[in-house]
């Protein structure tokens, strides 16, 4: 029982805290402190639904579908090639209006925004529904509820941490250049994911 929580816990904190397009988007809103904690509870609901289905059996179902997969890797490619042009073209702004929350897009843009980046990147799948529930499955039904909710954990854990923490982190990032860092490296980081997934 343990055993199988901890081994959830370590394995969803390896697959979740690698650098991707969503790390990017959840990271950056922070430092904006732009409604980051609705984008960290969202990722981490999504997160949780997806490692139940993956632990219930869903990952061998998506993963011998060619068409579904090929759907969600063009549909998230062009997304995440979208999103990096928008961080791009901001290197050009001024980039005053980050400095003040209440300007900049609406809640209901930020939630739409984290629900594409976080179910229209086949990598989430992969790594929720697929691995996790590949791993799931070689434990009894009782353990596999465990790693399960362990997996669950390492998500909410890490979502919260990079969230507050980028917002506590925020009033010493105000200067535009770091902004400018901050708008090109996700730029390049979108942009880089969605080449993968159309290679």
Known sequence: ???????????????????????????????????????????????ILLISAGVAGLGSLISSSPVWTDIMAWGGALFLGWYGFQSFKSLF??????????????RREIFFYTIAVTLLNPHVYLDTVVLLGGIAAQYDTQDRLYFGFGAACA?????????????????????????????????????????????
């Open 1 to 47: 029982m343990i055993s199988a929580f901890v081994s959830g816990l370590a394995i969803g904190a390896g697959l979740i805290i690698a650098i991707g397009a969503q790390n990017a988007f959840v990271l950056g809103q922070g430092l904006r402190r732009q409604y980051h904690v609705m984008v960290a509870v969202i990722c981490a609901i999504c997160d």
């Open 93 to 106: 702004s001024d980039h005053k209006f980050k400095q003040d929350k209440s300007h900049g897009k609406s």
């Open 155 to 199: 998500s909410i854990l890490w979502f919260s941490l990079i969230s507050i923490g980028a917002a506590w982190a925020s009033p010493y990032l105000q200067r535009p250049i770091t902004w400018k860092i901050i708008d090109c490296v996700t730029g390049i980081m979108m942009w880089s994911v969605g080449l993968s997934l159309i290679l």
